[in-house]
């Protein structure tokens, strides 16, 4: 667990706990009291945040209860429950109805607002309830016994806390949900102390049977401050300070207990701002969403036994057919400026279904570069897999870090068919693919304002719940592991702008540049900076025996003079090796990163 999230739990459930026993034990009227208490949790609504409101609704409940017996047995024991008095004390009038139905009114409408919860919530949220209303209520029935059984009582309330503590971490599913950023889904089996999933069935306990005595031990000792302070046997008719001197104390105690949970609720309580957004007219997004929506289900180029490498012209002619229209509609809107308008209402869901549309189209578009290829067209082949770059670059604008992801996956899939067709362009077509690219990379979204609008369409869209994820680990959140993605994609962009410049140099000198430097023309005029250096050196350019070696140094920072991974996998996996384009865009290679979807890691 979290040290800020266990911090979190000890402050409300011991400031609403304090809160509870005061509404219990407070000589005011009923109604104001509970109106007063209220009050106190009201900002959760505005949050909204229902779970902790009912959870901690709950754990007052069961302190008001255990006062009220408390009380009972201490008047049974000093015999002084006489019958008229306990029909003065729960004498009825018209105006308590009154007030009793105004309250269960605002319950009312609050219970219809509730959003719909699965059974590891209300276990969780029934058993913090509970377990913490009883721990706190233990800790009052100390603080009743004087002399020397003091001891004994608070060594007998610490051990019941520490025994609700042990039975709330094997029940609790909160903790595990709120550092995911949303509740657990449901697993197979009774989900009490035989759990499964990811959650490890003593995964907290040790956690709550420290969480809960703490509370126990904090309440406690503001109780007992109070008795103190406010005692008549210490009062002194001398002096008018001790009771401002009683009340700062017990303010200021109480305002460091309560400082966490009033912090966070504020901070709840003031999501990050909405980004502003111009939508272009005409959007080019239209055009993409028009795209998709032609396309059919089943489509010959997502099937599992299409191989784009191996497919002959028949089935290329007869894949391609089925997606013409969409592609050349999708075509209408690279040229046009892009952004997406994104919903930042409460409960609105990431767009998963448009996720998969959007992928197809860029196996539409591959295909129909391969068909040109396979026809001896290389003019229309780039043309194809150079609208898949630009495809993957356009569908991402303006969305969120899901998005991205499968802009980038996309955007890879036509720089695989570009990097193909390479020895069959001409220095022109070279020259302006290059040019091409390089304008695509000058107009990309920078990914610090996509991880921001991600972080505030999570605040806004799905609840506190994730946004009390993301400060609890806003380093997790900030999209730093996702942005990588970003760094390899342009790794590999830069990496084609320089092979086309080796191209077209072999082809108008009919041999390979012997350097770097000679490579540098109008059409290069510097070697390109390697995102994924961490000094921001070129990329490395290097003659072989064979050939040459064009190379970024991969993920792990490290020149390892052009050798790729052992495993021949790609280095933007994290493995130690250099970035080459023959190993990226080899089939094998090709095919492993595109059929993994990011969208599984959508929720992280």
């Known amino acids: 667990m979290e040290p800020a999230l266990a911090i979190l739990l000890i402050s409300a459930l011991t400031t609403n706990g304090l809160l509870a026993l005061w509404a219990a034990t407070s000589p005011r009227h009923w109604f104001l009291r509970t109106t007063l208490y209220f009050a106190c949790l009201s900002p959760l609504l505005l949050v909204p945040a229902y779970e902790p409101l009912i959870a901690l609704t709950l754990q007052a409940a069961v302190i008001s209860g255990g006062v009220t017996f408390l009380r009972l047995l201490d008047r049974r024991a000093n015999g002084a429950a006489a019958i008229s008095e306990s029909q003065g004390r729960w004498r009825f009038s018209l105006s308590t109805m009154m007030q009793l139905m105004s309250l269960l009114g605002i319950a009312s409408a609050i219970a219809a607002r509730l959003p719909t919860l699965n059974s590891f919530a209300w276990q969780s949220i029934v058993a913090i309830g509970l377990c913490s209303g009883l721990s706190l209520a233990s800790a009052y029935w100390a603080s009743t016994v004087n002399g020397w059984k003091r001891i004994a009582a608070l060594l007998a309330a610490l051990a019941a806390s520490i025994f609700l503590g042990a039975i709330l971490g094997g029940v609790d599913w909160f903790v595990l949900s709120a550092l995911g950023g949303g509740w657990v889904e449901e697993y197979s089996g009774i989900g009490i102390t035989i759990l499964s999933g990811d959650r490890d069935a003593t995964a907290f306990i ?6 809960l005595p703490i509370s126990a031990l904090a309440s406690l000792v503001v109780v007992w401050l109070c008795q103190f302070l406010y005692s008549p046997s210490n009062s002194d008719t001398r002096s008018r300070k001790r009771p401002v001197l009683a009340s700062v104390c017990v303010t ?26 111009m939508l272009p007219s005409p959007n080019g997004h239209d055009e993409l969403v028009a795209a998709r929506d032609m396309l059919s289900d089943n489509l010959v180029v997502d099937s599992g036994g299409f191989d784009r490498d191996a497919a002959t012209r028949p089935e290329l002619l007869k894949a391609v057919a089925e997606v013409r229209a969409a592609i050349e509609r999708n075509e209408q809107g690279l040229p046009l400026e ?81 990097f193909e067709i390479r020895q069959h362009l001409d220095r022109q077509q070279c020259a302006e693919t290059i040019a091409a690219i390089n304008e695509l990379i000058a107009h990309t979204e920078p990914f610090a304002d996509v991880a921001y609008r991600d972080r505030v369409w999570t605040q806004r869209a799905m609840g506190w719940m994730a946004h009390l994820s993301q400060l609890l680990d806003p380093e997790y959140h900030s999209g730093g592991s996702y942005e990588s993605a970003r760094q390899l994609e342009l790794a590999k962009c830069r990496l084609l702008m320089a092979e086309l410049a080796i191209v077209a140099f072999e082809k108008e000198h009919g041999r390979l540049p012997s350097s770097a430097e000679e490579l540098l023309s109008e059409m290069l005029p510097a070697m390109p900076i390697d995102p994924l250096s961490p000094t921001g050196a070129p990329l490395q350019f290097k003659r072989t025996e064979t050939g040459y070696a064009l190379y970024s140094v991969g993920r792990d920072g490290v020149d390892n003079h052009g050798e790729p991974p052992a495993s021949g996998m790609s280095a933007g996996w994290g493995e130690p090796g250099d970035v080459r384009l023959d190993i990226e865009f080899s089939p094998q290679t090709v095919t492993e990163i595109t059929t993994i979807s990011p969208a599984v890691d959508a929720d992280d």
């Open 252 to 277: 200021v105690t109480c305002a460091v207990l309560a400082a966490p949970a009033v912090q966070m609720l504020i901070i709840l309580l003031n999501p990050e701002p909405i980004p502003v957004v």
């Open 206 to 211: 040790g956690e709550w049977m420290l969480i």
């Open 338 to 418: 892009t952004m997406r308008s994104l919903d930042y209402s409460l409960n609105s869901e990431i767009a998963f279904d448009d996720i998969q549309p959007t992928r197809s189209l860029a196996r539409a578009i591959d295909a129909a570069g391969r068909l040109a290829e396979v026809e001896g067209d290389y003019a229309q082949a780039l043309r194809w897999h150079l609208n898949g770059v630009k495809h993957g670059f356009a569908s991402r604008r303006g969305g969120l870090i899901v998005d991205d992801l499968v802009g980038v996956a996309c955007t890879g899939i036509g720089l695989a068919g570009v």
